[in-house]
Structures are given as C-alpha cells and as structure tokens.
C-alpha cells in the first residue's frame, strides 16, 4: 500500500567537533520519505525555493518518491544550521531561515487524497490539520511533533490529537504535554486526549509503545559510532509507517515489527552526516539488523 509524508524540506548545515557539513539534504519530509520508501509507495508533500538542488530532486526519484505534490516555488529553501557538542545528545541552532516555508500551505492532488497511510511529520500541527482536512478517509494517520509546538501551538496540537491513531513524541515532550514526571501515567494521559496509539521515542536508549495490547520495549540498535544523529527521529517513524503499510493485516498485529524495522533504519541515519548513509542502505541491510535487534531482546 502507499504512504503519504508531509513535512519540512529543508537543506541542513551541520557541525560536528570533526567536521562541518554545509546544505545538506534534510527536513522531517525528507528523512521521513526516504525510510519509508524501502517498504512502501512513498508521494512528499513539501515546498522548497528555486535554489534546491536538482541533485536532490533527483535522489528523491532515486527512491521512487513521488514529488507531484513538491511545490517549487520562487524563493529560497527553508535553512537550518546546527552545532553538535562531543556528546551529541546535546545541540543547539545557529539559524533557522524559514524561506519559503514561511507560507507553505501543503496541498493535495485527487491521486493522493485516498492514500491509505499519512505520515503527519513534524511541522505546525495546523498544517497537519489541513493536509487531514484534505483526506479521504485514511486507515492510519500517525502524527511526529517537537517541542517547539507545545510551547507555542498548544491548542492546535490537542485538536490534532483527536484526530490522529498514533502519536508520536520523546520522554520529555510527553511530560511537558501532560505536565507529569512519571512516563506510563504521562502516557495513559496522551491516550485521553485522543490517538490509540503512543510511541515515546527516547534516542539510543529505543522506543516505547503504549498500545491496546500493552506496553513494548522496543532497542536501538547499537552502534560503534556515531556521525549525525540529525532526522534520526523522522527514519525512524518513516521506516515505521512504510514497513506497516507494506504488510496485509491489521495495525496492532504489525506495529511492533514495524517498530523494530523503523529502530533499523534511523540507525543508519547517524551513521553518516544528512542522508548521505541512508540513502546509500539496502533493504536487506536493514533486514540484517533488524534480525540483530530481535536476538537482542531474546531471554
């Protein structure tokens, strides 16, 4: 089946202690796509400026991406620039130049609004309201925010929230959206405000699904070392909506799988600067690790 991804498109400068990466392909768009893309049909719904890249545009149909609802309008791409300490849990932004993604409003062509599996990555979860607005009875939408929505979108993100079957944040955007220290009890909160289905995403320490079927530990994968982990987030809930709309059969009998198979693709992603490992993988790489992960929680 096919997904559709909405989201930033964007082109990042990144700086590490060990190197400097200027206008690199990113955006949760573009990450997002191109994970989900070695499970499933994949169609971006973004914006960029006249100066990006053709290089770009042509490794998104590399990956079978369909760009009919890429907008290229005149202007510049949105920018980002960050900086990376030693320890790269710890980041901060140069500058973010919004360019025109300042008045991006995401529109849908007929072909995409029946697409079965929409991906709702980070943007304002307004925008996310208007591409579900768009839809046509979805079978699985699942929503990726930040924390830069919760201070400043509130009321936008809890009216998505009743919207979406699953959504996805880190350990401590959940608390700071429930306003509770402790995690399973911030999580049974999360479900009262709508969506079936949370997943906490908490870096090289994995994921955590809340589910109907319980609670699921779900590992990174273990890397020797780390380059970037930028969009490392977007892989992951990329990888996760194309391998689960790849598979016949119902979402909670797949989601945890997924899961595991999306913890195999965003390690890729920080395993090199941008996209630049990811869009290098195979799908049976992935699969290789994938089976890695699961003799990792064997007992």
């Given at each position: 089946?096919?997904?559709?991804?909405?989201?930033?498109?964007?082109?990042?400068?990144?700086?590490?202690?060990?190197?400097?990466?200027?206008?690199?392909?990113?955006?949760?768009a573009?990450?997002?796509?191109?994970?989900?893309?070695?499970?499933?049909?994949?169609s971006?719904?973004?914006?960029?400026?006249?100066?990006?890249?053709?290089?770009?545009?042509?490794?998104?149909?590399?990956h079978?991406?369909?760009?009919?609802?890429?907008?290229?309008?005149?202007?510049?791409?949105?920018h980002?620039?960050?900086?990376?300490?030693?320890?790269?849990?710890?980041?901060?932004?140069?500058?973010?130049?919004?360019?025109?993604?300042?008045t991006?409003?995401?529109?849908?062509?007929?072909?995409?609004?029946?697409?079965?599996?929409v991906?709702?990555?980070?943007?304002?979860?307004?925008?996310?309201?208007?591409?579900?607005?768009?839809?046509?009875?979805?079978?699985?939408?699942?929503?990726?925010?930040?924390?830069?929505?919760?201070?400043?979108?509130?009321?936008?993100?809890?009216?998505?929230?009743r919207?979406?079957?699953?959504?996805?944040?880190?350990?401590?955007?959940?608390r700071?959206?429930?306003?509770d220290d402790?995690?399973?009890?911030?999580?049974?909160?999360?479900h009262?405000?709508?969506?079936?289905?949370?997943?906490?995403?908490?870096?090289?320490?994995g994921?955590?699904?809340?589910?109907?079927?319980?609670?699921?530990?779900?590992?990174?994968?273990?890397?020797?070392?780390?380059?970037?982990?930028?969009?490392?987030?977007?892989?992951?809930?990329?990888?996760?909506?194309?391998?689960?709309a790849?598979?016949?059969?119902?979402v909670?009998?797949?989601?945890?799988?997924?899961?595991?198979?999306g913890?195999?693709?965003?390690?890729?992603?920080?395993e090199?600067?941008?996209?630049?490992?990811?869009?290098?993988?195979?799908?049976?790489?992935?699969?290789?690790?994938?089976?890695?992960l699961?003799?990792?929680?064997?007992?």
């Amino acid at each position: 089946m096919s997904v559709i991804v909405v989201g930033s498109t964007a082109l990042d400068s990144i700086k590490t202690p060990k190197s400097s990466n200027p206008r690199l392909l990113g955006g949760s768009a573009s990450h997002a796509c191109v994970a989900a893309s070695f499970f499933s049909d994949t169609s971006l719904i973004g914006i960029v400026g006249k100066d990006f890249p053709a290089r770009y545009l042509n490794l998104y149909r590399k990956h079978q991406i369909n760009l009919d609802a890429l907008q290229i309008v005149p202007g510049k791409t949105f920018h980002w620039s960050g900086e990376y300490e030693v320890n790269m849990n710890n980041r901060r932004t140069l500058a973010t130049e919004l360019g025109v993604f300042e008045t991006f409003s995401p529109e849908l062509p007929k072909s995409l609004q029946k697409v079965p599996y929409v991906l709702l990555a980070n943007i304002a979860p307004a925008l996310q309201s208007h591409v579900l607005d768009q839809m046509r009875k979805p079978k699985f939408v699942i929503a990726d925010t930040m924390d830069l929505w919760l201070n400043i979108a509130m009321d936008d993100l809890l009216k998505l929230l009743r919207r979406v079957d699953a959504f996805v944040l880190n350990d401590s955007e959940a608390r700071q959206l429930t306003n509770d220290d402790n995690l399973p009890t911030a999580i049974r909160k999360i479900h009262r405000l709508g969506p079936k289905y949370v997943i906490i995403k908490k870096g090289e320490h994995g994921s955590l699904l809340s589910s109907p079927k319980g609670l699921f530990l779900a590992p990174a994968y273990p890397l020797q070392k780390v380059v970037d982990p930028t969009g490392a987030g977007d892989s992951f809930v990329g990888g996760l909506i194309g391998y689960l709309a790849s598979r016949p059969g119902s979402v909670d009998t797949n989601l945890r799988r997924a899961i595991v198979h999306g913890s195999a693709v965003a390690s890729f992603c920080c395993e090199g600067f941008g996209l630049n490992t990811t869009t290098k993988t195979t799908r049976q790489a992935i699969v290789k690790r994938v089976k890695e992960l699961e003799k990792l929680v064997q007992f």
